[in-house]
């Protein structure tokens, strides 16, 4: 059998084929792909998850900090919030939190998993991690979800792109947020057509994004949007459990996701030439970074 896909549907139809998940799917099309048993493709998973607890662990409990001094220690704040009844809700607040701590590491150069960027690293490790804790989810379960991840994601790469630069933030932390939506969708029962639901609603829900990062840094408004992008993930993994689903089908709106950013004018597109990067205040703090750099080169 062959376990390539180009579009969701063609994914959904595998699974029903084999009555399998979307893991399962990617477990085997990762092994016919790389010639390589089932035990090896999973040890490769397995210590990806390793990086990505380890990245969101130093997060929130080290303070790190930004080469630029930019960003670093907000993780930790928002983590030891969430134990005080927080309006969105502790475990909200704490899968929003570890989303944050690993761009905030990754922006202190320390070492994470693209998912499917670094500037959009946190949202995976912060929903599965946390979601993982409170549910008791073991790590092959963990890994499972990361093999669905691994294959919506693909998706995206495919049929519309994964990169600031191309297509705006929604390439990044909308893709982060929607490959999140299906893994935790997946582990938590759902069908495959219902992790693609989650997906279409997290991609849906941000839709037109730019990418604005000022200073030109992964950094603002990048570490705020994962957690936000978190947040995103986790509601729309719950509209697709409940029996909600995506009006416009996972396909469609993953051609009209790339329209889009197409349609983003290059100022928007990772140049720090426009939206918030070109914000009085981030003109400033560019140019200190200027004179930073500057000194450190004399
Ligand atoms: S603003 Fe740009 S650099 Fe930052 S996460 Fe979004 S796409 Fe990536």
Request: proline share 3%; aromatic share 4%; glycine share 10%.
């Amino acid at each position: 059998m062959n376990y390539d896909f180009k579009t969701g549907i063609e994914l959904v139809k595998l699974c029903d084929a084999e009555d399998i998940k979307i893991s399962e799917v990617m477990i085997r099309r990762e092994m016919d792909i790389s010639e390589t048993a089932r035990e090896d493709v999973i040890a490769e998973m397995r210590s990806s998850l390793h990086v990505m607890r380890e990245s969101s662990e130093k997060g929130l409990t080290e303070k790190v900090q930004s080469v630029s001094r930019l960003s670093g220690g907000e993780a930790m704040k928002l983590y030891s919030y969430a134990d005080a009844e927080p309006l969105s809700g502790s475990h909200t607040c704490k899968a929003a939190a570890a989303a944050m701590a690993v761009v905030e590491v990754n922006a202190a150069m320390g070492r994470i998993v693209a998912a499917p960027t670094a500037g959009a690293s946190g949202i995976l490790p912060g929903v599965l991690l946390e979601t993982g804790k409170a549910r008791n989810w073991s790590d092959d379960q963990l890994i499972e979800g990361l093999f669905c991840a691994g294959a919506v994601g693909m998706l995206f790469a495919k049929n519309a792109t994964i990169s600031g630069a191309a297509g705006g933030c929604q390439a990044e932390t909308g893709v982060a947020a929607a490959i999140s939506a299906a893994a935790l969708v997946e582990i938590s029962g759902g069908s495959p057509m219902q992790c693609l639901d989650a997906a279409a609603i997290a991609i849906k829900n941000i839709e037109g994004l730019v990418c604005d990062p000022v200073a030109g840094l992964v950094e603002c408004p990048c570490i705020k949007r994962n957690a936000m992008g978190a947040a995103n993930a986790m509601l729309s993994a719950d509209m697709a459990l409940c029996g909600i689903t995506s009006l416009i089908p996972f396909d469609e709106v993953v051609v009209s996701m790339y329209n889009v950013g197409r349609d983003i004018r290059p100022e928007y597109r990772e140049t720090s030439k426009g939206g918030l990067a070109a914000t009085p205040t981030a003109k400033l703090i560019a140019s200190g970074i200027k004179r930073m750099n500057g000194r450190r080169d004399d």
